[in-house]
């Protein structure tokens, strides 16, 4: 089944921190890749994007992700984390092949400590 | 302000009561779409619609219903069919098809049924 993992459902971290989150795909074809972030009580917003060329990403506030085809992966990092970026992140794919909306990841929740 | 509105924010629902979420958009978007969000499940889509008077349904539709009678309302209908109603309800847009561009959220609202 098409589907989009992500590997960690919570971390926790201190301030300045490098940051990894997960996130795989099992689509076929082409694929268009998103990162969404949800601070608290806030709406959903967009992270970054891949839709093709230079599979490094860069994003809002620091954030960049890079895209793996053959590992089906677009994992997203940030040097050095801030209390701020407390939030849950979401990683979302589209692919050709899998008709025309946005399928979700189940999120991670990330908390950082000052 | 451009955007999009949920209404209402909160709503308490009696068992075997249907209930309508109004999701109102401003953008000029063609594309619409309501997604579920559960702690620990992520988004999971509902219904999607690209354009007027047409809608898909996504992976969880089963008990719900809508419509899109005009460009910028796309309402959502939890029905007494619904084994599990209580979450929280997001409405979406985007310019295009979504594998194109990025989703608009709002703010959602949050169901119980009591």
């Known amino acids: 089944a098409q589907s989009v993992s992500q590997h960690n459902h919570h971390v926790i971290l201190s301030e300045a921190a490098s940051l990894e989150l997960g996130c795989n795909y099992s689509y076929g074809g082409t694929v268009n890749l998103f990162w969404y972030v949800q601070y608290p009580g806030q709406h959903l917003q967009l992270l970054l994007k891949?839709?093709?060329?230079?599979?490094l990403v860069k994003g809002i506030k620091g954030f960049e992700a890079e895209f793996i085809k053959s590992k089906f992966s677009f994992n997203l990092r940030k040097p050095s984390v801030q209390w701020s970026d407390t939030a849950e992140y979401f990683c979302a794919v589209i692919s050709n092949q899998a008709g025309t909306a946005l399928i979700f990841g189940k999120g991670t929740t990330l908390s950082v400590s000052s | 302000d451009g955007g999009i509105t949920q209404s209402p924010k909160y709503l308490f629902r009696k068992e075997g009561q249907n209930v309508t979420l109004s999701c109102e958009q401003n953008?000029?978007?063609?594309?619409m779409y309501w997604y579920r969000q559960d702690p620990g499940q992520g988004l999971r889509l509902i219904y999607y619609?690209?354009?007027?008077?047409?809608?898909q349904k996504g992976d969880i539709a089963e008990g719900y219903s809508v419509s899109r009678e005009k460009k910028e309302s796309f309402p959502l209908t939890v029905t007494s069919a619904q084994k599990n109603p209580t979450a929280f309800y997001l409405c979406?847009?985007?310019?295009?098809?979504?594998?194109?561009?990025?989703?608009?959220f709002g703010e959602g609202s949050r169901l119980t049924v009591l």
């Open positions: 979406a847009s985007s310019i295009a098809p979504s594998n194109t561009g990025e989703l608009f």
């Open positions: 619609s690209q354009i007027v008077n047409d809608f």
């Open positions: 953008l000029n978007h063609d594309a």
């Open positions: 891949y839709f093709s060329g230079d599979p």
